[in-house]
């Protein structure tokens, strides 16, 4: 299932929508019996609007704390931490709410408790019975692998590294000589035996990964024609990993792919919206930058800004603004830099190159020009990225930690690819909400 231009699982779709209903279920049912009248709290003082916003407090707290990104149940202590630790701060959004002067959406004292109390005892045992019943035992859909290329390998293993998928590798039809990477148990044939292997396994879908593009056209129309999904290994690898593979990419993918590339018409809507985000924020943000320009200037020599040479859309240059974090003498961190980087306040004056249109709100990373040089040369499709413009966050910056390594550089490009091909304000809007979540859990730790 897809959502925001992300692949879902369906059984990660699933235990959300039914977690939903636990927890929505248990304040139900403390607002029935710890209420004089529950109808008229229900439906008159809108009790399932306040019971509604605690059950998003709460589904938020599960997936801020990647409750809904791990779904095996490896600790059973940890797992009731966890809720324990997202019910306390439930409780504490409640009291601020009464803080605030705003009852009308909080929950009263007994239902929150009551409710609270069920959701503590339901929610664990419902997560722990639905990993042993539906992650663990329920059978996922087979896979057949026509071909073992390194992309479809890599497909198989995410598969059996990541059992919410739903699918399961049936196994492997190769030509000799096979792919010595090959567990014995899993290479079924030659390609020849197509037909044979499907009648025998019924495969529920067939990923096609050959090395050498000869494959079985007539057997797989066939099958196609019978009802099997035939998926390409490309498109099975930008399914479960979320990113574009760069290993055995053709040009004429790329060439005559009708959804390669930023529509015209989303990247005028992200420039509008980008300009109003930031816009917003610089505004907001104004009397801090001010504040941080002051200190910057007190307590260390140099300029307050720091401007960097960036390779923007189309590889135009453009100047990064950031507030100065290093001596310049030294190249070391100045002691009020370390905070500013911690808390990545160092970045905000990049709103104003958003505001002149050099960058967006979301993309692929501003990197130097020297930079994108010698990885064009050395990277095919690397010159790609620069088809829209950088971003002050990405698909890449929250999938992937930044390394100085050329194999971090190859995994980045292929989420850039991945970003470029989706562009769109769902997807930013995701990304703007990955953003905030991995901040918070970075200001926590």
């Not at 019971?51 to 409750?67: D, E, P, S, V």
């Not at 003498?329 to 009020?336: A, F, K, V």
């Not at 095919?380 to 829209?388: D, E, K």
Request: aromatic fraction near 12%; glycine fraction near 6%.
């Amino acid at each position: 299932m897809r959502l925001f231009k992300v692949y879902f699982p369906a059984r990660v779709v699933s235990l959300l929508i039914s977690e939903i209903a636990i927890v929505f279920g248990c304040y139900f049912a403390a607002a029935n019996f710890s209420t004089e009248s529950p109808n008229q709290f229900l439906f008159a003082d809108a009790g399932l609007y306040r019971i509604g916003f605690a059950t998003l407090c709460i589904i938020g707290g599960f997936y801020l704390n990647n409750l809904y990104s791990q779904l095996r149940v490896r600790s059973k202590a940890s797992l009731l931490q966890q809720v324990c630790f997202v019910l306390g701060i439930t409780f504490l959004i409640q009291s601020l709410l009464d803080y605030l002067k705003v009852p009308e959406w909080a929950l009263p004292k007994w239902t929150m408790i009551w409710g609270s109390l069920l959701v503590l005892l339901i929610q664990p045992a419902w997560r722990i019975f639905y990993d042993l019943l539906v992650i663990r035992r329920l059978p996922g859909e087979k896979v057949l692998f026509l071909g073992a290329s390194p992309v479809a390998r890599m497909v198989a293993q995410r598969l059996v590294d990541s059992p919410h998928f739903g699918l399961s590798v049936a196994g492997y039809l190769e030509d000799y000589p096979a792919s010595g990477a090959l567990p014995a148990n899993l290479l079924l044939g030659p390609i020849s035996q197509l037909r044979e292997i499907v009648e025998t396994l019924k495969p529920q879908r067939i990923i096609v990964g050959m090395k050498q593009r000869q494959e079985p056209v007539q057997d797989l129309l066939d099958l196609r024609s019978s009802g099997i999904p035939i998926e390409d290994a490309q498109a099975a690898y930008e399914t479960v990993f979320s990113r574009v593979s760069v290993q055995d990419l053709r040009p004429s993918q790329l060439v005559f792919a009708a959804d390669h590339g930023a529509h015209p018409r989303s990247e005028s809507v992200q420039a509008i919206y980008s300009f109003l985000l930031a816009l917003t924020a610089f505004l907001i943000t104004l009397p801090v930058m001010l504040l941080v320009a002051l200190l910057v200037k007190l307590t260390s020599p140099g300029p307050v800004l720091d401007r960097q040479a960036k390779a923007g859309k189309n590889g135009a240059g453009f100047m990064l603004f950031r507030f100065r974090s290093l001596y310049h003498d030294t190249g070391r961190l100045t002691p009020l830099g370390r905070w500013l980087h911690l808390f990545r306040i160092d970045e905000l004056p990049q709103l104003m190159n958003v505001l002149r249109g050099d960058m967006a709100i979301v993309g692929p990373y501003p990197e130097r020009p020297e930079f994108v040089k010698v990885m064009a040369e050395q990277i095919p499709y690397y010159q790609q990225r620069l088809a829209v413009k950088p971003g002050l966050t990405g698909w890449a910056q929250i999938n992937r930690r930044s390394r100085d390594t050329f194999e971090d550089t190859l995994f980045k490009l292929e989420y850039d690819l991945y970003y470029i091909k989706n562009l769109n304000m769902t997807l930013d809007l995701y990304i703007l909400f990955q953003t905030a979540k991995i901040m918070m859990s970075r200001s926590v730790s």
